[in-house]
Nanobody
Framework: QVQLVESGGGLVQAGGSLRLSCAAS????????MGWFRQVSGKEREFVVA????????FHADSVKGRSTISRDNALNTVYLQMNNLKPEDTAVYYC?????????????????????WGQGTQVTVSS
């Protein structure tokens, strides 16, 4: 079992930046692809970004492309999401998740059902 703890959320003005962190327990962190999703109350969970096991390949939703960077440090069991030029529509609870999917592609890692463990989420609020 993998436990995930997100941090770094908060209130930021439009145009600002934020870096979210997700610390994972367990010794097999590098065996998993990682993803970030977000959810607004009453709406479905939305894919944001994902990264493969080695960190060499990333996938970004169109809504955040050019404004987001996902990275991972397998030695620290941590994945990061850097968001720049934040917009009010980025306001949501952000979740990190791990996927044991063997094949990692945008079509696979963009689906919540392909993830095995989830964190509790961290709130990001962007004021206009």
């Amino acid at each position: 079992q993998v436990q995930l703890v997100e941090s770094g959320g908060g209130l930021v003005q439009a145009g600002g930046s934020l870096r979210l962190s997700c610390a994972a327990s367990g010794r097999t962190f590098s065996s998993y692809a990682m993803g970030w999703f977000r959810q607004v109350s009453g709406k479905e969970r939305e894919f944001v970004v994902a990264i493969n096991r080695g960190g060499g390949t990333t996938f970004h939703a169109d809504s955040v492309k050019g404004r987001s960077t996902i990275s991972r440090d397998n030695a620290l069991n941590t994945v990061y999401l850097q968001m720049n030029n934040l917009k009010p529509e980025d306001t949501a609870v952000y979740y990190c998740a791990v996927s044991a999917a063997i094949v990692t592609s945008a079509s696979i890692l963009s689906r919540p059902m392909r993830y095995d463990y989830w964190g509790q989420g961290t709130q990001v609020t962007v004021s206009s």
